[in-house]
Structure formats: C-alpha cells, structure tokens
C-alpha cells in the first residue's frame, strides 16, 4: 500500500488510475475508491477556501496503522491512501482512499473502514476560510446516511 | 531531562503556543503539564493526547524525554 501526504493540488482519479497502472492485470476483480472534495458550503455558511493542519509524524505513523489493519481484517491486493495537507481552494481533493482486491466484499468494506478510521482518528485538522473569517471544523459528518 | 509539549490546531491557537519543553519532574502527569505549560487555563473538556505519537486515555504519567501532544478532536478528511 502506498501512503502519502501531499501539500499541493492532485487529481484523484489520474492518481488512482496511474497507480493501478502498476498492478498486475488479472489479480484485482474490484477496486473501492472514496474522493473527498471541498465544498463551497458547510453548516449554513459559505466556504471560500481551506487550511488543512495535521500533526508531521503521527498522522503518517496512524495512516500506516489504519491501513495494517484493513490488511489484517480483509484479503487485500493493494491500497492507495492519499491526503492533502495545507491551503486547498474549492472543489479540490482532500483525500482519495483506493483498494484493490479479488472480490468487491474486501475492496468496499476495507475502503470504508480506512476513510471512516482516518476521519475520527487521523490526527488532522480543518479549518474553513469563510467570508467572516476562519473557523476550526470542529466534528465530521457522519459518514453513514439516513435512507431519504 | 525534558518534556516537549506540542499544541495543534484550535488549541495552538487557544494557547498561543506551538511547542514547549519542560524539566521532567517523576510522576508528571498529562493534566499537570497542561497547567504547567499554558498558566493554568483550563483544560477543554473534549481535548485528546498523545504521548509519543500514540492516543492516550485518562491522564498518562509522563516520561522523561516523552513527547506530549495536546489537540483538539480529529477532522481529516
């Protein structure tokens, strides 16, 4: 698996698609990816812009963990975790989480673990830039819907 | 014989400081060296640590040379 914290802008799916590149073809049968984007909107308010802070070492050191532990719980191919880190402008990726595998069971339920691990363990921080000011996210959505 | 201290995100700013070192002293726990480094202003309810770049619960004695980091919840993604 290849783990990465990156301070510029990428483009996920040439990432994801560039990486997969590399595999060799006829082992994976399914490959999960999340893409998280900014937003112009958040709690009632426009957001302009963002500055993402994390903690150099232990977020890369928990990132490595997350990751050995989807290892452990799923038969895994290979993986992708690829997360920015300082000012990032609208609409652009803040984090992709790609996994290969045999069967979809291990790539999907393995990819939801590491993105729902990363956002409530990873050491990292968001603050919105909003046209009054900055504002320290303080609590992630949830990351399972209610049925409309 | 020191403790470094790190302050991330709401409470870098909160506290006005990124990093600190203190003298060890035994027994030193998370709390106290809260109170230590940042004059006695109070400890936020939600606050998480880490020593050593490892999650801690409750509040961890400390050991000489530890690295003991103060933030608050995580919002990655």
Redesign the interface.
């Known amino acids: 698996m290849h783990i990465e914290l990156r301070a510029g802008d990428f483009d996920p799916y040439a990432e994801v698609a560039g990486y997969q590149a590399k595999l060799a073809p006829g082992k994976y049968g399914a490959s999960a990816v999340f893409v998280?984007s900014l937003r112009d909107f958040n709690e009632g308010e426009r957001v302009t812009g963002m500055y993402?802070?994390?903690?150099p070492?232990?977020t890369e050191?928990?990132l490595d963990e997350i990751c050995e532990r989807a290892r452990e719980k799923w038969r895994l191919l290979d993986g992708l975790v690829l997360?920015r880190t300082g000012d990032i402008k609208i609409g652009e990726a803040?984090?992709v989480v790609a996994i290969w595998s045999a069967h979809r069971g291990d790539a999907l339920d393995a990819c939801r673990f590491i993105?729902e691990d990363?956002?409530?363990?990873?050491?990292?921080?968001?603050?919105e830039q909003l046209p009054a000011g900055g504002r320290?996210?303080?609590?992630?959505t949830s990351g399972y819907a209610k049925q409309v | 014989m020191a403790i470094k201290v790190k302050f991330f995100a709401s409470l870098r700013e909160l506290t006005g400081k990124n990093e600190a070192l203190i003298d060890y002293r035994e027994g030193m726990t998370a709390s106290q060296i809260w109170a230590l480094v940042v004059d006695g202003m109070d400890m936020p309810a939600d606050i998480m640590v880490a020593v050593n770049m490892e999650y801690v619960k409750g509040d961890p004695v400390a050991q000489d040379d530890d690295e003991v980091a103060f933030f608050p919840p995580v919002t990655g993604g």
Do not use: D, R, T
């Not at chain 1, 993402?52 to 903690?55: D, I, P």
């Open positions: 998280g993402l802070e994390h903690y070492g232990m050191k928990h997360h803040i984090v993105i990363l956002k409530h363990q990873a050491p990292f921080w968001k603050k320290w996210v303080e609590k992630n």
